[in-house]
């Protein structure tokens, strides 16, 4: 089929929808680096022109599209990602896709990097499917504590945050983004959603409405959302464990089932490239300060460089597949948190394993042990590396990296850099109240 | 006789004096008189003075009589570009500032085309109803929301029904060109578009072990539907 004519089919059927279903306004969605989800609003008289033309704005009011000299960019909607939005029947969204005066990709348009990394991946013969899980907390908007003290697939009469969770899976389908389970997690007021999985770039795409859907759910029933990886100390913090699998066209090139595990040999060097560069990546899949308050010793998150099939405490596990069927051989990834920006991160995860794939790299003994309670000695001796400890330490490592420097781009990776650098130094100088509690009086 | 009816919320005569020696009958409405009696077969709507209002007024004879009525809409200029997003709403349009000859004949030309009114192309089948002029797509009735992909996928199988694709044939035919989500992203699609059919029937799209997939009625629906029938 002719590019131009679908092209042109694609923007009749978001014109003729508009028109039929009575839509008053046309939300315009991007990210800019940090994955901070910003929009604007046409209305239907200017759809036909920003479909065409896309619409122009200032970039130097985004954080990390800034160049002063020329910010004017333009965001051009995406007509396949146009949805009518839940319980605002009048409301529709479009993604956009950032590019610059003359039509050329806007290096600073995180999307972009996504779709620059998965045209590599396809020029290998490959599609990339991810299924997130993402975990968050409900908590008091005013007092900002849980609303209650449940924990994993607890089931209980009345649970505000189950029957806003409950809500929030209804919106979600109705938004067109599957949903394979949601429960109670582990902490209190802790809640999962899992997604189905979908091509890398609808499910980043599907991450940033999840979000927001899940925000707007709450916040009409007058409770807080958070992503923040680690809101309270002492309990679990919210990850968001991808689950990853790699096509070539109908086949899961993850899945052998000759092999002694059912996993392919590719699916051995996928993970030893995600094992080789999961220091230098964790900057963009856990990108605040916060971030590595969750990724210590003695929860469900991980904190050292190691695989799996059954450890809990390993950073890359591959779950045993319920049943044989090809699909479900997946890897897991387990560092990333909810609040990163899923673009940079799939991006920086499916090159990690990519370059594992090209390089045919040797994957390292699987690890059973409890890797929290193994001393450091013995780690040591068995060549287990810890992740990085704190963003600086992930920034020093990504500094360094090369493969995040060609998959995100000089632009995205300089001001990611300039700007997580100046966050560390601004989290650095601050006194804490536990600085206040243990030091003022005792010193 | 000809009836015609005109809404004009300025200056209802000055618009029928445009038409005075044609030997229609002309009827003039106001806003909330959208369902029109059997005789008026022509409609003139002044969207001069207030566009959006001109727009609900369309909207809402249209929605009583699809067929055998042409509506002709008054405008300025300006409001040109505002109607490329209306197609199907209006028959035919002219600009300010109006030519008493121009009007005449060209609501003589549309009254004239009336006898054959242009069908919309649809799908039906079953219980789904697609519009493959307007994009739509309806389930018992009721429209269904549908992303663009699984709109094209959905016409696709319905224009086929009973016939089996492969998840590669789907995707060249439907997709057409090379998508970054490959094979498996006609998987995706055909589990939103069940979602989105619902419980009661998801069964439309069946899937068939180890070659794909395909639009067919499932005997039981069937039988559902001949009961319906009854009603």
Redesign the interface.
């Known amino acids: ?1 002719d ?1 131009s004519k ?1 092209h042109e ?2 923007r ?10 009575r839509i008053k306004f046309i939300q315009l969605w991007f990210t800019d680096v940090l994955g901070i989800p910003k929009s604007f609003q046409i209305t ?2 200017e ?2 022109s920003a479909l065409d033309e896309g619409m122009i704005f200032d970039g130097s009011a985004i954080d990390g599209f800034s160049r002063i000299q020329e910010s004017d960019v333009i965001a051009r909607p995406d ?6 939005l839940p319980n605002q029947p009048h409301v529709a969204r479009m993604f956009c896709d950032i590019v610059n005066l003359d039509g050329t990709p806007f290096d600073g348009c995180p999307r972009n990097v996504l ?1 620059r990394t ?1 045209e590599r991946t ?1 020029a290998l013969g ?4 991810v299924s997130p899980e993402i975990e968050y907390f409900y908590l008091d908007p005013t007092t900002t504590k849980p609303l209650d003290e449940g924990s994993y697939f607890d089931l209980s009469l009345s649970d505000t945050g189950s029957e806003i969770r409950k809500e929030t899976v209804f919106a979600l ?2 938004t ?1 983004i ?1 949903v394979k389970y949601s429960h109670h997690e582990d902490g209190p007021s802790q809640h999962e959603i899992d997604l ?7 499910m980043a795409d599907n991450i940033i409405t999840a979000r927001l859907i899940i925000s707007r759910t709450a916040a009409n029933a007058g409770v807080l959302a958070t992503f923040m990886p680690k809101p309270l100390a002492g309990v679990q913090g919210s990850g968001m464990h991808l689950h990853m699998a790699l ?1 070539d ?2 086949e899961n090139i993850f899945a052998d089932s000759s092999s002694a595990d059912g996993l392919s040999k590719r699916a051995h060097h996928f993970i030893a490239g995600l094992l080789a560069h999961a220091g230098e990546i964790t900057a963009v899949t856990n990108q605040w300060v916060n971030s590595y308050k969750r990724l210590v010793p003695g929860y469900e998150a991980p904190a050292h460089i190691a695989w799996a099939h059954h450890n809990r405490s390993a950073l890359v596990r591959v779950p045993v597949a319920p049943s044989t069927r090809e699909e479900n051989y997946q890897v897991e990834y387990r560092a990333p948190d909810p609040g990163c920006n899923p673009y940079l991160a799939f991006s920086v995860i499916l090159a990690a394993g990519l370059d594992g794939l090209i390089n045919e790299l040797d994957l390292p003994r699987e690890r059973n042990e409890n890797l929290f309670t193994l001393p450091d000695s013995k780690r040591d001796a068995l060549d287990i590396i810890p992740l990085p400890s704190s963003l600086e330490e992930a920034l020093l490592l990504m500094e360094e990296s090369a493969l995040v420097r060609d998959t995100l781009g000089d632009h995205v990776t300089e001001w990611f850099i300039r700007n997580k650098h100046a966050e560390w130094d601004r989290y650095n100088t601050r006194i804490s109240q536990y600085e206040l509690g243990r030091y003022l009086r005792a010193l | 006789m000809t009836t015609v009816a005109v809404y004009s919320p300025k200056n209802v005569n000055r618009v029928i004096d445009f038409y005075d020696d044609t030997g229609y009958e002309f009827l003039p409405i106001d806003a909330e008189e959208v369902t029109l009696p059997g005789q008026v077969t022509g409609v003139i709507v002044d969207a001069t003075t207030d566009f959006e209002q001109a727009v609900t007024v369309c909207r809402g004879i249209r929605k009583h009589r699809e067929n055998g009525i042409v509506l002709l809409l008054l405008i300025e200029r300006h409001q040109v570009k505002e109607l490329a997003l209306r197609e199907g709403m209006i028959d035919d349009f002219v600009v300010s500032p109006f030519d008493r000859a121009e009007l005449a004949v060209r609501l003589q030309h549309l009254l004239a085309r009336h006898g054959q009114p242009e069908e919309h192309s649809r799908i039906m089948i079953g219980p789904l109803m697609l519009d493959t002029d307007t994009y739509q797509a309806s389930l018992a009735g009721t429209p269904m929301d549908l992303t663009y992909m699984e709109y094209e996928l959905l016409r696709f199988l319905a224009s086929h029904p009973g016939k089996v694709f492969s998840r590669e044939t789907l995707l060249s035919r439907v997709w057409g060109y090379e998508y970054y989500g490959g094979a498996r992203t006609v998987d995706v699609h055909i589990r939103r578009l069940r979602a989105k059919l619902g419980e009661a029937y998801d069964s439309l799209i069946q899937t068939v072990r180890s070659v794909g997939y395909k639009f067919g009625l499932p005997s039981e629906l069937l039988d559902d539907l001949e009961e319906q029938s009854d009603f």
């Open positions: 089929m590019p679908i089919d694609k009749r059927f978001v014109l003729h929808v508009v028109e039929e279903r239907p008289a759809l036909a007509p396949d990602s146009f949805t009518i779709k998965l396809r490959l599609t990339f499917f389908e109705e067109g599957a189905r999985a979908t091509d890398a770039l609808a096509f066209a109908d």
